[in-house]
């Protein structure tokens, strides 16, 4: 018998994103349909997310918003000795609200497009496993509207990063960033930088490389020379720099601490040896 859906309803569900949904390219940056793949190879690891046969575009990184939702409630789940599963329901209003997302009717049409993306997107990879052998899943794998609310299943390469809280603390303030370069270099900073005092430095080709936009490198660097001529990325310092005889950025947290993003009891998750990883600068 299949087991009872979670209520993925709890109030004192904080924001949390897994550490690998960070560190690698899974989600289209752009705004506008993206059908082609991502493809990155690591040194170790390798990544490719495809569209399903059928299927008009890929997940987009406001998309993996949801993901963050479900991560978010399923932490808190075990915080609280509540019965674990990689299948949720909630109200769509809960999801919207949790977001920072008004509750208009487009945005519930926005919502159930994202679920679809999601459950399009064709993911392999090599990165979260014990083993050189990739994995595959859809970001969703399955999902319904019911009388009770949405209904989702989660994979099990996801589930398995909660259970082992492979996961860090993101600030509210990261669903009101817009732009997709934004988004993706604030996850990495929250990876990278994290609380650190000092600055994490990389190259503007590793970023490019790293991101698996599809966006021309030269438009994409532009736009990472925008948000460093702020200064501000949200709750970290961003400043042009030259690393190892390249143009790049220093990424640092913002002087004045920011509690929303810091480390709580039980955030700080479990890093085996085997998984740890370094950018290649």
Partial sequence: MAEPPLPAILEHARPRAPVDLMNWPWFSLAKTPRAA???????????????????????????????????????????????????????ARRILRF???????????????????????????????????????????AWQQTEGGILLTLPEWLLDAVRRRRVLAIDPGYFTLSGGIQRWLWLLARKHAGQQSTDWRISFDALHARSGS???????????????????????????VQHCGNEGLSIGRWAVPVHSAALVPGDKPVFDPQFRERICE
Wanted: proline share 5%; charged share 20%.
């Fill in 99 to 141: 977001l920072g997302r008004d509750t208009g009717h487009s945005q519930y049409e926005r919502l159930a497009a994202a679920l679809e993306r999601l459950a399009a997107s064709e993911v392999t990879t090599t990165v979260g496993t014990l083993s050189d052998r990739p994995v595959r899943c859809h970001w969703i794998e």
């Fill in 214 to 240: 599809a966006t021309r490198h030269c438009h994409f660097v532009a736009a990472l020379r925008r948000i460093a001529q702020s200064g501000r990325l949200l709750t970290y310092r961003v400043e042009p």
């Fill in 37 to 91: 793949p991502i493809h990155y190879q690591g040194r170790r690891h390798s990544v490719l997310v495809t569209p399903a046969l059928g299927a008009s575009a890929i997940a987009t990184i406001w998309d993996a918003d949801i993901l963050f939702w479900a991560t978010s409630q399923l932490i808190q789940a075990q915080d609280e000795k509540l019965r674990v599963t990689p299948t949720l329901i909630a109200p």
